[in-house]
């Protein structure tokens, strides 16, 4: 494939990636306003959100085989309409149960295609042969943040039914343009130094062609185990730092807000500087030192006694998590193809899902700030597993 293809099927990849942070974030913000209408309480509330976990680890595991048969780019598309038609759902409903439903529906277009545009990405990045995963995931990021902001300024003024029938409306559109544009090209394979410029133009990814042996499996899964890692800890942040700071440094609510901020601004960054991070130090040196800075962040951040240390350990540890996750999930792709990317990101939700639980159950125990040193813990079990299979992950 030519180079300006190339080019311009990041672009479009870059923009998926991006309307489904912005999609996600928009729904996100208006849960407070979903609870009122629906009359749930914090427990049922909580059941129906469980719906989006359901319906996105149900959907990755079958994503996977729908990318080896029908193509990363086609799934993609198809799951981006899905997404953003469900999004539109949950203000139409009146209970928990029915917003549990709903929720399924949405869950399950943000796994498919979570797993649909790692894979598309997996496959350019083998064809540029440059480490560009981190920057993709920036884009999810920066698009949440616009998703977010968005929903701030207008929470206000439109009802969650204008608003999220808005973002329908917008992601239809951005679907339209941009999934015509991803479709009329076929995913990429890396090309060879000497292939000649007609053969590398030619080449094309066949569906299912890559089939692991028994220790690419193997590895695959411990990849997983360091998306599990990651998303373990960035989920813990998201539901657990705000309050740290109100409970255990005394901090108002807007400083309480500034904390997970300055995580996930600090995650966004370390992100978009992640390619030139891969092409100097190579994916194991990155997964060790990021995990050993996240950890050493997270130290600071849950035991420090002033509210300025923590919010400068919570940076920190947004820093050294930033491209873990990003890493382990374009190899196990590059190992396995479609399967392998379903298979990291089903773990590495799985720990998304596993950490706010676990955090809890962990303070009601001990402490809060003991709690959210299990962060630490496992972004050295990350760093631990990245020197230990240091083959695997750079061949």
Not at 13 to 30: E, M, N, P
Not at 378 to 385: F, K, N, Y
Request: glycine fraction near 14%; include cysteine.
């Amino acid at each position: 494939m030519p180079d300006d293809d190339l080019t311009r099927l990041r672009v479009v990849l870059t923009t998926f990636f991006a309307l489904d942070g912005f999609v996600f974030a928009g729904w996100v913000v208006r849960i407070p306003d979903i609870k009122h209408q629906t009359h749930a309480s914090v427990g049922s509330l909580g059941l129906a959100l469980l719906g989006v976990s359901a319906g996105a680890v149900v959907t990755m595991t079958l994503t996977g085989r729908l990318c080896r048969r029908y193509g990363s780019h086609l799934v993609t598309v198809v799951c981006a309409v899905l997404l953003s038609l469900s999004v539109a759902l949950p203000p139409l409903t009146h209970s928990a149960p029915a917003l549990g439903a709903v929720l399924l529906v949405f869950g399950a277009a943000y796994g498919g295609i979570n797993v649909a545009f790692n894979s598309a990405a997996v496959d350019l990045v083998a064809a540029l042969r440059r480490p560009i995963m981190p920057s993709f995931h920036a884009a999810f990021s920066l698009g949440g943040m616009a998703g977010s902001g968005l929903g701030g300024l207008v929470a206000a003024h439109l009802s969650p039914a204008r608003h999220l029938l808005g973002l329908t409306v917008i992601g239809l559109l951005v679907t339209a343009v941009a999934g015509r544009a991803l479709l009329r090209h076929r995913p990429p394979v890396p090309a060879s130094p000497g292939d000649p410029e007609h053969v590398r133009a030619e080449r094309v990814e066949k569906p299912g062609s890559r089939r692991p042996g028994g220790h690419g499996r193997a590895v695959v899964l411990v990849l997983g185990l360091v998306a599990l890692c990651t998303a373990y800890g960035e989920g813990a942040m998201a539901d657990w730092g705000a309050l740290h700071f109100q409970q255990d440094l005394d901090a108002s609510a807007g400083v309480a807000a500034v904390g997970y901020s300055c995580f996930a601004l600090a995650m966004t960054v370390g992100r978009l500087s992640g390619t030139v991070l891969l092409e100097r130090l190579g994916r194991t040196r990155t997964i060790v030192g990021g995990g050993c800075v996240a950890a050493a962040g997270m130290l600071v951040g849950s035991l420090a006694p002033s509210v300025w240390a923590a919010l400068l350990g919570f940076a920190v540890t947004g820093l050294g998590l930033a491209n873990l996750f990003p890493v382990a999930v374009e190899r196990a792709g590059a190992l396995a193809g479609p399967g392998g990317v379903a298979i990291a990101s089903t773990l590495g939700y799985g720990g998304m899902l596993l950490g706010p639980p676990a955090i809890g159950f962990m303070a009601g125990w001990l402490s809060l700030p003991a709690a959210l040193t299990s962060v630490a813990v496992l972004a050295a079990v990350a760093a631990a597993i990245g020197f230990a299979t240091r083959r695997a992950t750079e061949a």
